[in-house]
């Protein structure tokens, strides 16, 4: 996507990841959204108010189903 809309790029990184385990992960993030807790970030995000349109590509687990078993 970067290469056709010629985009700049950003890697927003965390202080603590993400587990590789899938249902880790889930768990982390239904707690995290339960708890309304954001991960906190490793990195200092830009100022960002350049950007007519800004694309996010990635995991979004604060959508995930607070139901699924662990």
Do not use: H
């Not at 010629?6 to 959204?33: G, M, Q």
């Amino acid at each position: 996507m970067a290469r056709e809309t010629d985009a700049d790029i950003l890697e927003i990184t965390l202080r603590n990841p993400y587990p590789a385990n899938y249902r880790k992960t889930l768990n982390r993030a239904n707690c995290e959204r339960i708890q309304n807790d954001s991960p906190e970030l490793e990195m200092q995000l830009p100022d960002l108010s350049q950007y007519d349109t800004i694309y996010y590509l990635g995991n979004d687990f604060k959508s995930t189903n607070e139901g699924i078993p662990t």
